[in-house]
């Protein structure tokens, strides 16, 4: 009875070991409060979305193209102008003009201009009025260059994930980081948005289609998406960390059970080296 004990109390301990390691392995896993989490979203906010614009931040990159229409030139072409003042490069390697802390951003003829709050649209809008001032027919288009997503935990290739149009979709996201891996929980994909003081919680769940057809699976620059590992994959990892204790366990334990088993065998009358007569 007592060797049972011995045997069971470190699989109790690797059991309850491996729920503690569950909150640790997971990201976001403690004190999320699943009453203020995201699992539907309405029509109306669904085609919202959908027609959602990034607006310019502080720290942003922009691509701005300014172009002139001479009217001497065959067919009203449009003749490049100052590409090369408004061109920069960043230690990254990403290029564009950083829009500052205070949202304005300086550029060659036309001085100082507000862009913070607006979309790549309005802002290509300003700045062909100000053009215009010194321009006769200008053309003005804005990109922001840096936009992207960060996809975290079990994918293929978890990492920063660029994003080219705007928005894009989690199964675009999925598929650009090499896909779910086998110890991913499907039924409870996490997108955190927005301050992260005080983040927006949206739960996904792959593998049922009536909950998707009622989710949003549209992301916007800067999300976070979180595949979490399965519970599974916390205990086994917990069994490799041990696997050194139940090593050191049997070594201390086999003189004990080839004693105990020796001394029932005396008990019983069957004695090593002995055939019982």
């Not at 470190?10 to 004190?31: D, I, R, T």
């Not at 172009?67 to 067919?75: E, I, P, R, T, Y």
């Not at 607006?118 to 300003?126: I, P, S, V, W």
């Not at 090593?247 to 086999?254: E, H, P």
Request: hydrophobic share 40%.
């Amino acid at each position: 009875m007592r060797s049972l004990w011995i045997v069971m109390i470190p699989v109790m301990m690797l059991l309850f070991g491996g729920c503690s390691a569950n909150k640790e392995y997971k990201y976001f896993n403690q004190n999320l409060d699943e009453e203020k989490v995201v699992t539907e979203v309405s029509d109306e906010e669904y085609e919202a979305e959908k027609r959602y614009e990034w607006k310019i931040q502080p720290g942003d990159r922009l691509e701005i193209r300014v172009f002139n229409q001479s009217a001497s030139s065959v067919g009203g072409q449009m003749t490049s102008i100052l590409d090369q003042s408004l061109t920069y490069m960043n230690r990254s390697g990403v290029d564009g003009m950083l829009v500052p802390p205070d949202g304005k951003i300086h550029i060659p003829l036309i001085g100082t201009v507000a862009v913070e709050g607006l979309t790549e649209t309005k802002a290509a809008q300003r700045l062909t009025q100000e053009y215009k001032k010194y321009l006769r027919n200008p053309f003005v288009s804005v990109k922001i260059l840096n936009q992207r997503l960060l996809v975290l935990g079990e994918v293929g290739s978890p990492g920063v994930v660029p994003v080219n149009s705007g928005t894009m979709t989690l199964f675009e996201a999925l598929a650009m980081t090499g896909d779910l891996t086998d110890d991913a929980m499907r039924t409870n994909i996490l997108i955190i948005r927005g301050d992260l003081r005080h983040p927006q919680v949206r739960k996904v769940d792959l593998t049922d289609m009536r909950k998707l057809r009622v989710a949003s699976l549209i992301l916007r620059p800067n999300d976070i998406v979180y595949v979490q590992p399965r519970n599974m994959k916390a205990i086994m990892k917990e069994m490799v960390e041990m696997g050194s204790y139940f090593n050191f366990l049997n070594t201390i334990m086999s003189p004990f059970l080839t004693y105990q088993a020796i001394d029932q065998g005396y008990n019983i009358g069957i004695v090593p080296g002995n055939s019982g007569n």
